[in-house]
């Protein structure tokens, strides 16, 4: 192959894609000579361009074949970007180094002659562009234009706390979808293109960065597409360009005026008018500045959550389905923990006392104990009532570390607070604990099947829940027959 790093076999195993490395300062960038890339695109075939602007600018992309059957992207400058080879490969080697989930990978270059290439990761699943404008009869889901925006402002902060703190011509257009199906940034608008006066052009600084984001968001409500300006000499024809289209799709508009007639009946309109004003404020010049990109991930991330939620909420009911769970004879609190309803698990778990039979030790024991104590533990459960969680889990904690044994309950309330502080991993240990103590304890393991319900763990969360529901029928059995 002519690769200055290890050459792939000769032998031609299954085609399959290169794929995402997310290591980190491991990450290699392979130097390709021409004929490397050449033979790979056979010659650069016009049937295999994949960039959508169809070989017309100086950015195109096509798809190519390694020997080892791994298949690239390969990016191809026809006009002289970079005059000084030797900035060209220091700005391909920074842009390497970048491995994130949502960031395709940059894996290679050519700098033969006066060729200047770019070689990435394939991704094989089209544009964000195609899926939201070309595919008539597929329309995309609420809840994954969501994903998209949380993904795209992941990978613009990810690259922001990196040093890039621009992308050339972010649009539609740069949004790919890997082999699982989720958004990535393709990588190409990363690079700054130099020309013989040195001046960087195509790159837009962070404000137009954060308008460009705008855009997206503009595209992802309306389903509508913002022609993408080509790489524009200079930023403020590109601001130009921006400017004279995505406003004037939001301006003066509400949010249901604005959004795909495809999703009507079918999307949040909380998370629609969140997603909205988010679109206004990038485009308005005058909050750009008070914008940036964590602003972005922190505002999206809230609504990627329950999004998240509401999935596995319904993947945990299909399988509890298919486990044979009876989700007509669901108690409340075992209907809130299928529904994954974090609030209606709070408002019962606040009035429950359903571990009261448990004695802990000798009364002279208690009491002696609960003088120190029991401050922490009114505390905690004052907390908890006003859905202070954090300062509930620091109570908590203070309390089963000074005492000899604790009532299940509060393992049970802690757990609550960690799922409520997305973290999940904390939360199972703790039901964990409480079904140690207090072994036929529905309530225990219906925690822990929302714990694991959040860890992704769909069966084993399915699994608990009807175990959960199985002790509490044998529970209300022995209550009748006594």
């Known amino acids: 192959m002519g690769c200055c790093n290890s050459s792939p076999s000769m032998e031609d195993p299954p085609p399959q894609n290169v794929h995402q490395n997310h290591g980190g300062s491991d990450s290699q960038i392979t130097k390709f000579s021409f004929s490397d890339l050449n033979k790979a695109t056979e010659n650069f075939y016009l049937k295999n361009i994949v960039s959508e602007n169809g070989g017309e600018t100086s950015d195109t992309v096509y798809k190519g074949r390694l020997h080892n059957g791994g298949f690239i992207a390969v990016k191809k400058f026809m006009n002289m970007a970079w005059s000084d080879p030797n900035q060209f490969v220091e700005e391909a080697h920074r842009v390497g180094k970048l491995r994130h989930n949502s960031v395709v990978n940059l894996i290679g270059y050519c700098c033969d002659g006066n060729e200047r290439l770019l070689v990435a990761a394939f991704m094989p699943n089209d544009t964000l562009a195609k899926r939201l404008f070309h595919r008539k009869n597929q329309t995309m889901e609420w809840e994954m234009r969501l994903r998209v925006a949380f993904c795209v402002a992941q990978a613009l902060d990810f690259c922001s706390g990196g040093g890039f703190t621009s992308y050339n011509n972010l649009n539609a257009y740069s949004v790919l979808f890997n082999e699982d199906g989720d958004a990535c940034l393709s990588c190409f608008g990363l690079m700054k293109e130099f020309k013989d006066d040195q001046r960087a052009t195509g790159s837009v600084n962070s404000e137009s960065l954060i308008f460009g984001f705008g855009t997206l968001l503009v595209n992802l409500l309306s389903g509508k597409q913002i022609p993408p300006s080509h790489v524009s000499d200079s930023v ?60 972005l991930v922190t505002t999206l991330e809230t609504l990627h959550t329950k999004t998240n939620v509401r999935a596995l909420s319904y993947g945990m009911l299909e399988m509890a389905k298919r486990k044979d769970v009876s989700l007509n004879q669901l108690s409340t609190l075992g209907d809130a923990c299928l529904k994954m309803d974090l609030k209606a698990i709070h408002k019962i778990l606040v009035m429950a006392e359903d571990d009261k039979e448990l004695v802990e030790f000798s009364f002279e024991e208690w009491l002696e104990e609960v003088k120190d104590i029991q401050e922490v533990r009114k505390h905690g459960d004052q907390a908890f009532l006003e859905q202070d969680f954090e300062t509930a889990i620091d109570c908590y904690s203070q309390l089963i570390e000074s005492r000899r044994m604790v009532y299940p309950s509060v393992y049970a309330r802690r757990c609550l607070c960690y799922l409520f502080c997305n973290q999940p991993d904390r939360a199972l240990k703790d039901g964990m604990v409480a079904q140690q103590l207090f072994p036929d304890w529905p309530t225990a393991f219906y925690l822990q099947s929302v714990a694991l319900s959040q860890l992704n763990m769909i069966t084993d969360s399915a699994d608990t829940l009807k175990e959960a529901t199985l002790l509490e029928a044998k529970r209300q059995h022995q209550e009748k027959e006594s």
């Open 236 to 295: 403020q024809v590109l601001s130009r360009v921006l400017a004279t289209q995505a406003p004037e799709m939001i301006h003066g508009k509400s949010v249901v005026e604005l959004i795909d007639p495809n999703l009507k009946g079918k999307f949040s309109a909380e998370e629609a008018t969140i997603i909205f004003k988010l679109a206004s404020q990038c485009l308005q010049y005058e909050d750009i500045e008070s914008l940036n990109t964590k602003d």
